[in-house]
């Protein structure tokens, strides 16, 4: 049987493609006008400018994950195993608890942006005048109240294709509003409060989408149903203690070089490196559709324990994974330059083709093996992701602060390459010697 008709004929990969098939109709429409707004952005603002906004997002988005359980893998982790057997009582009883602890983290680091913005803007932006704009873009933390555990419906009741419509919707506004800063005074705040609707216009539509998800599948007593009470939920408060450790890890050592950067370098170096990695971005975008399907997907076989399907359903995934990134690292090694200066309009964004290349080695990686942290969940291992980030991460920080002073955001780059290859391998493995 020829590999096409291998990928044809699997039921179960063909499930995957169809509910991430919208999402990601969604999501390249919803990138291409976000790649339209960057440009837009980089036009009005220039490298200092777009590397200010980069740090103010990048410094409430860290925040963030200092609090954020990862709601969304616990929903999916434990919510689809107790719809899986019928268990409705229990499935309701877990989305409310998590609901309330999301919402209550979420207030908790609005707070500590409002407190610590003085000192984040004098030390990661070396302006006091910024502190303001921390406060602002602040405000969509609490918009983003219920992000995660609506995401995490949404993927178990199989409807995470209405993610991808939300996407779309928020770019058109979000773009509408950077358009609006080419006729208007102060530039600068306008690109802000266009980031800051990317932020608020996901948070409540996710939300009341969620909702609207959990009345069809579980009936409007799912309200109703007590909340999970500490004897029963400890393995549930262990995996969203362990999830939030390591998301908190992942954000620090991967998710928040913008900071590393404006501390060792200075707002400019922040706009080139920002050029960089949101053009390679473009590899999330057939990417964040599988994860998304993907997860339920791996946990339904773990829970089912049908350990040959499951290894074949990864083998199969990560081949169609490789192919899509290998074509595109192509499309960057050869197309890098001429896509930075069309992208930013700035002849100088040149100088970030370097950082652009060493990112797109590490996240070509990443990518093809998106599958590796959520088989490690869905498989009991909570445990092993931190400690194998943790320990990745700190070699990556302790080298950055030798070579990024010295060798700038192409450093910057290559460190985090290092990072995905060295910390998703490691993952990737374990996860395949466990079904093995």
């Known amino acids: 049987m020829s590999l096409p008709s291998k990928f044809k004929d699997d039921p179960l990969l063909n499930r995957v493609l169809r509910s991430s098939a919208h999402l990601f109709t969604s999501n390249t429409l919803s990138l291409g006008l976000s790649v339209v707004m960057s440009a837009l952005s980089f036009r009005l603002l220039g490298a200092s400018g777009s590397g200010l906004i980069a740090l103010v997002m990048s410094y409430t988005s860290t925040v963030n994950s200092l609090f954020s359980f990862r709601m969304s893998e616990l929903v999916v ?51 006091p005048d910024s502190k303001l704009m921390f406060i602002v873009f602040a405000l969509g933390l609490l918009a983003n109240f219920n992000t995660e555990t609506s995401t995490g419906i949404l993927q ?19 773009l509408g509003i950077v358009i609006t800063a080419f006729f208007l005074p102060n530039p600068l705040w306008i690109v802000l409060l266009a980031y800051l609707a990317s932020k608020v216009i996901p948070g409540l539509g996710l939300y009341f989408m969620g909702r609207r998800q959990l009345q069809n599948e579980l009936g409007v007593q799912w309200q109703n149903a007590p909340m999970m009470n500490i004897a029963e939920s400890r393995s549930l408060i ?36 920002k050029a960089a990695y949101s053009l390679v971005g473009f590899l999330s975008v057939p990417a964040d559709p599988l994860i ?57 964004f040149v100088a970030a083709y370097p950082a ?18 959520p088989l490690l969940l869905s498989l009991g291992l909570t445990d092993y992701p931190i400690w194998t980030t943790l320990i990745v991460g700190l070699a990556k920080l302790a080298l950055a602060f030798w070579l990024v002073p010295q060798y700038g955001i192409l450093a910057a780059g290559a460190l985090l390459s290092f990072y995905y290859i060295a910390s998703v391998g490691i993952m990737a493995w374990r996860g395949v010697k466990e079904i093995q």
Request: hydrophobic letters at 50%.
């Open 77 to 127: 982790r434990y919510g689809g195993e107790f719809l899986e057997k019928g268990e409705k009582e229990k499935a309701s009883a877990l989305i409310k608890s998590a609901a309330l602890a999301e919402a209550v983290v979420s207030v908790l680091a609005f707070l500590v942006v409002l407190i610590s913005s003085m000192w984040a803007s004098q030390t990661f932006t070396k302006s």
């Open 356 to 373: 652009m290349i060493a990112l797109c080695i590490g996240l070509a990686f990443n990518y093809t093996l998106f599958w590796n942290r």
């Open 156 to 174: 178990v009741t199989g409807k995470i294709r209405h993610q991808g419509t939300i996407n779309l919707i928020q770019s058109i506004i979000s």
């Open 292 to 348: 998304a399907a993907t997860y339920p997907e791996i946990n339904r076989l773990i829970v089912q324990r049908a350990w040959t399907s499951l290894r074949s359903f990864l083998r199969k995934i990560t081949a169609l994974a490789f192919a899509i990134n290998a074509a595109a690292a192509l499309g960057f090694i050869f197309l890098g330059q001429f896509a930075l200066v069309i992208f930013t309009g700035r002849q100088e």
């Open 238 to 273: 262990r995996f969203a203690i362990s999830s939030n450790i390591s998301a908190t890890i992942i954000k620090i050592f991967r998710e928040s070089e913008s900071l590393w950067i404006g501390l060792f370098l200075s707002t400019e170096a922040v706009g080139y490196y």
